[in-house]
């Protein structure tokens, strides 16, 4: 089974605080992606990775930054959080054409 | 990519089955539909894909027109627990972002 998981399910922080999500995939697959899911603005794409220690810009990439040191491990971090990056957060990689997703973090700032 | 019209909303009786459809008539050649689901909270899980030929896998069929304009999406015999949006995407790249669209939402009703 294709399994990508996701550190936190929810997850509630405040302001200015530094916020890390994490994403491990266990399949050996090469790209990983970071999206934002929010009502009636769907998926947005934040950044992604095609190797270790690669990352390229998303469509969102503002008040992000992320790191991917070992292969089956992406991370998404907020470096000062805001409230208006309240929002679901999801990871992705890819085997064969095809996009596996985690369950998602639910990020409520305060 | 293409763009691609689904149906905002359908119901379906819990074990018949489901037909959804998708609209995709500006589909490049080299365009592949893939479905995807997501159960309300968590993140999209992939259902099935292809390019021009109709294709089959445990979860459901996808019937894709001789002229690939537009395709179907059938689950077999729906349960409560396919109640979800289901999103039709056309895309080239074999690993770049996803785009959602707004998705059908499916109820499965006893």
């Known amino acids: 089974d294709v399994k990508v998981t996701q550190s936190s399910r929810y997850l509630v922080k405040r302001t200015g605080e530094k916020v890390f999500l994490e994403c491990v995939q266990d399949?050996?697959?090469?790209?990983m992606f970071w999206y934002r899911q929010d009502p009636g603005l769907g998926l947005r794409l934040i950044y992604f990775?095609?190797?270790?220690?690669?990352?390229e810009k998303g469509d969102i990439p503002e008040g992000y930054s992320v790191s991917r040191e070992k292969k089956e491990r992406f991370s998404l971090i907020l470096e000062s959080a805001s409230t208006n990056q309240t929002s679901m957060y999801l990871c992705?990689?890819?085997?064969?054409?095809?996009?596996?997703f985690g369950a998602g973090t639910r990020l409520s700032v305060l | 990519d293409a763009k691609t019209t689904q149906p905002t909303s359908m119901d379906c009786a819990e074990g018949r089955a489901a037909n959804l459809p998708c609209n995709h008539s500006?589909?490049?050649?080299?365009?592949?539909v893939y479905w995807y689901r997501q159960i309300h909270s968590q993140g999209p899980q992939y259902i099935i894909h292809?390019?021009?030929n109709n294709e089959t896998n445990e979860m459901a069929s996808l019937i894709i027109t001789e002229d690939r304009k537009s395709s179907t999406l059938i689950l077999p015999h729906a349960t409560l627990r396919d109640t979800a949006v289901y999103y039709c995407?056309?895309?080239?790249?074999?690993?770049?972002?996803?785009?959602f669209g707004a998705g059908t939402q499916v109820v499965v009703t006893p």
């Open positions: 992705a990689s890819t085997l064969k054409n095809i996009q596996y």
């Open positions: 399949m050996d697959h090469e790209n």
């Open positions: 990775s095609y190797d270790v220690k690669m990352k």
């Open positions: 500006t589909i490049s050649g080299n365009e592949y």
């Open positions: 292809g390019l021009k």
């Open positions: 995407i056309v895309k080239t790249d074999s690993w770049g972002k996803l785009q």
